[in-house]
């Protein structure tokens, strides 16, 4: 493979790992909507949750997943069921995924506003990712996340972005679509995410089949999705200490 000259790389499970935050954050949530008495968490939610956390596709699941643990949903159901289910249960107590969401959102917003070393504690960036960033002259996020969010976080750790090169939640657009907008700028885009449908998405799209697609083996990913990369013929399983060394060295 041609080096790249554009690093694409998703956020969250790809550059940082937000587990810690996202839990806090989905239980605030999950309170306000169904837990008025805001009871404690115990341990093995929590827990359970950190398993869980890649059937998450976009931030308002995250609460309606603390939900089903809380209804007592086993995790095999949740992990073979979870889209539908996660709308099941939306439509039950009639809800849908932009007001949870909007919650989501304003209760991490009221988080940064009134502590935010606290906010930023939560956080934890994988081993090596921002000297990566650091040395890479080309480099763009794509992300479901906010992109303040993530500039917040990137700042926090020396890293300036410019507006050109982070593509947030706002942006409301899927990832593909960015993708191809960027392609004509650039001669080869190598694309780092930790979502295998993602990937299979980019895949679909022939006008991008020039562009090199790595699975992020240490991401928000399942056995089953590593396996599936691994033995695909256009996806490349990508671990972290390969992602630190130089590209030639990441096939």
Same mark, same amino acid.
């Given at each position: ?7 694409? &790389? ?22 306000? !909507? ?19 956390? +890649? ?11 603390? %939900? ?14 979870? #889209?539908? !289910? ?5 439509? %039950? %107590?009639? !809800? ?20 935010? #070393? ?8 994988? +081993? ?12 763009? /996020? /794509? ?17 300036? /972005?410019?507006?050109?090169? &982070? ?24 694309? /780092? ?5 993602? &990937?299979?998405?980019?895949?679909? %799209? #022939? ?27 256009? !996806? ?16």
């Amino acid at each position: 493979m041609r080096s790249p000259s554009l690093l694409a &790389l998703d956020f969250d499970g790809v550059i940082c790992d937000g587990l810690f935050e996202y839990f806090q954050t989905a239980w605030r949530a999950y309170c306000q !909507l169904w837990n008025p008495d805001k009871t404690p968490p115990t341990e093995e939610v929590a827990q359970t949750f950190y398993r869980l956390r +890649p059937v998450v596709e976009t931030g308002w699941e995250m609460p309606v997943l603390i %939900h089903a643990l809380e209804s007592g949903f086993s995790e095999a159901v949740i992990l073979q069921e979870w #889209p539908n !289910l996660a709308l099941e249960l939306l439509h %039950h %107590h009639r !809800l849908n995924p932009k007001e949870v969401g909007a919650i989501v959102d304003r209760i991490r917003d009221q988080w940064i506003a009134q502590d935010l #070393p606290s906010w930023l504690s939560e956080h934890r960036f994988y +081993p090596g990712v921002i000297d990566r960033l650091k040395a890479t002259e080309n480099f763009v /996020i /794509i992300s479901t996340k906010e992109a303040r969010f993530i500039r917040q976080l990137l700042q926090e750790q020396g890293v300036e /972005i410019q507006d050109d090169r &982070l593509f947030g939640k706002e942006k409301q657009r899927p990832k593909y679509e960015i993708l191809r907008q960027l392609k004509p700028h650039y001669g080869t885009i190598w694309f /780092i995410e930790d979502r295998l449908k993602t &990937l299979q998405m980019i895949e679909k %799209h #022939p006008e991008l089949t020039d562009v090199e697609l790595f699975l992020a083996d240490w991401g928000y990913n399942l056995l089953r999705d590593r396996d599936i990369a691994q033995q695909s013929d256009r !996806l490349h399983l990508l671990s972290l200490d390969q992602f630190q060394r130089s590209f030639d060295l990441w096939s």
